[in-house]
Each structure stands twice: as C-alpha cells, then as structure tokens.
C-alpha cells in the first residue's frame, strides 16, 4: 500500500535520502559517464509555485519546501555563470486543460493567488515559461530559447518529479538534449514514487545526480 503523501526529505533527511536514492541508480549512472558541461547547460525549474508548497493547497507535496533552498543554489550558481535559468508555470484553463480536466478534476487557474512561483525563488533574470500540460516543450517557447541560447544539456529541478519532472526530462532526451535530473532538487508525492522516476530515467533518459556534484562542475569549469 502507496502512502500517498509523506514528507521523505523533512525532518533533515534531505541529504540521506538523496544519497540512498542516488544508491539504488548508481549502477544505471555508472554505466553511462556523463560529464555536466557547464558552458552549454540551462537549468530548469519545474512548477516551484504555492500551489504545491503552501500546506492549505490541495496539492500540497510534503517534500516540496526541502528542496527549496537547493534549488536557490543552483540558480544563482547559474546566475553567476551567466547560463540560462528557465522557470516553468503550470496554468490551465477550459482551452488548453485537455485531460488534466478529467484527471484531477482541480485546475490551477490563472486567477488563483496559489499560481505564482513561490518568491523564494522568483528572479528577474529567469525566464518564465507558461505550460498547460505536464511537458514543459508542449506549445510552449522551451525548445526555441534552449537552442537559440545553444544549450545542450538541461539540469531539471522542481516539482511534481515523477509527472512534470520526468515526462518533460523524457521530452528533452528525444529532442536530442543531454538531461541531468537532480535527486535532492526535485521532490514528489512520496518516496516510491521519485524513486520509481529515478530508476526509470537513469535507465533510458537521464543522469540522476546531486545538487553538491552541479556546484562542483560549475566551480571547477
């Protein structure tokens, strides 16, 4: 039985959690060595919005608010490189909702005060995306502002990680995109299900890696 929500990373367990997550990879990761290269590299921020942190909301995920100031790090990590930070904000209406309407019934709705990016991690020099569906490259500009700033890897961070995180991180590797997904900078429901997502994407997709192994390239590049 799937306990539905639990907070995995709370109660300081951020960091052992991820280590025993990159554990249950790292033979998938060790198979394929790849380098994070910082010159061609654009992180991405994943639907960091109210909605999911704030614990009134329906959506709530436990786990959110720990990886808050990990991804705080890596974007001014960025920021300091000058690479390309992008912030993705999921919005929905009755045009563009499709089957999220019948699947979870609840939309976030750009009238609601919940939609905004959480201002922890609002920053003037990221650029904002809207997406409606779970693929962050669905009808949206991600593709165009990722290859005109010639980027050739993607860092994932944000929320929920085995729905938004994954599926866009699968949409990334088949438009040719390096993607790296950080364990402890992405956060979901609960722990089988960001574990599920690690092992499938170290499988066929992406390289799950640390918030600390993103910093050290950065420093060291």
Known sequence: MIDMK?????????????WEFLDCVYHLRSQRQRRL??????????????YFLEE???????????????IERLQQAFFRKQLPVIQTRHINDTR????????????????????????????QDAFVITKSQYDAFYNTP?????KNSRVTQVVITGVMAHL????TARSAFVRGFEVFF??????????QFHQSTLINLAHGFATPILTQEVLDSLRNQ
């Open 142 to 146: 991600l593709e165009e502002k990722l």
């Open 56 to 70: 009134g909301s329906h959506s709530h995920i436990p786990s959110a608010n720990a990886i808050v100031p990990q």
């Open 96 to 123: 563009n909702a499709g089957q999220m309407a019948q699947w979870w019934q609840e939309l976030i709705t750009i009238n609601n005060p919940l939609s905004r990016i959480t201002p922890q991690l609002s920053h």
């Open 182 to 191: 950080v364990i402890d900078a992405t956060a979901t429901y609960n722990r």
């Open 37 to 50: 290269d910082t010159r061609t590299s654009a992180l991405l921020v994943m639907d960091m919005q109210d």
């Open 6 to 18: 639990e907070n995995y990373f709370g109660e300081g367990r951020l960091i052992q959690q991820a």
């Open 164 to 167: 938004c995180c994954e599926t």
